[in-house]
């Protein structure tokens, strides 16, 4: 499997190859360019599966990478390298792109190439980094990818019912459409979802959306109706946040 390292610094290409040889033994040969044209003419040439790109760089982006490529050559899959700020690693979290946080470690790489694999192929490259553009320049995020066996599936904030812990997955229930399980755990969501306030986690192996509360109901303890009919616990500790919350929507 090819690698290709675009980075305009090239101590920052010189220790990420040093990383990828010792910890992914699947890519086994490793391209470097200090510009993004310049990477594009490795990419064609040589196609590589696997890009670890840098975001600022003179001249152009690396997220104009698209721009300089023909669609039939999207069989590849993006790792940025970013120094960005919490607000941006966010909209990369919200587009389903992974990325290496300036300065890398080695457990990053591996994890990240890991991921990346399974992705080659279908990883609708096009529409998840159109969607990082519109985050990145956004005030408010308004939508998230969610991978799945198929690939990734966008969807808005507005139309997420409820999510629900499956050990290391996560069944999604949409308004109007049936449950999507997805490959990432529900604290990902968790995490990801806490600034958007119409989302709330009553419980360990929950996550709602206030908008879609149906019901609240007393006895048993007190549990919710979702508006899918979906039940949810109430840990005992939320019960009185949560009476507090609805009574405020």
Not at 164 to 184: P, Q, R
């Amino acid at each position: 499997m090819k690698a290709l390292i675009i980075d305009d610094e090239k101590k920052a290409r010189n220790v990420l190859n040093i990383l990828i040889e010792e910890n992914c033994p699947k890519i086994t040969q490793i391209f470097q360019a200090d510009n993004l044209l310049s990477g594009i003419d490795i990419i064609k040439e040589e196609a590589p599966s696997i890009i670890f790109l840098d975001i600022e760089m003179p001249e152009h982006s690396g997220l104009e990478i698209l721009d300089f490529i023909e669609r039939e050559v999207y069989n590849f899959e993006i790792i940025f390298t970013t120094a960005y700020s919490e607000y941006a690693i966010q909209a990369f979290q919200l587009s389903a792109i992974d990325y290496l946080l300036k300065p890398i470690r080695s457990s990053q790489v591996k994890e990240a190439v890991e991921k990346a694999i399974k992705f080659i192929g279908k990883s609708q490259i096009n529409e998840r980094l159109s969607e990082l553009k519109i985050s990145l320049d956004a005030t408010n995020f308004k939508k998230i990818g969610l991978p799945n066996a198929n690939g990734i599936k966008f969807v808005n904030f507005d139309d997420i019912v409820m999510l629900e812990a499956d050990g290391m997955y996560t069944n999604v229930s949409l308004h109007n459409e049936k449950t999507i399980l997805v490959s990432k755990p529900l604290k990902f969501f968790a995490d990801t979802l806490q600034k958007i306030n119409t989302f709330y986690r009553p419980h360990r192996s929950y996550l709602i959306n206030l908008k879609y509360i149906q019901e609240y109901i007393k006895k048993d303890g007190g549990y919710i109706v979702m508006e899918n009919n979906k039940t949810v616990s109430i840990s005992k500790d939320k019960k009185q946040e949560f009476l507090s919350i609805i009574q405020n929507i």
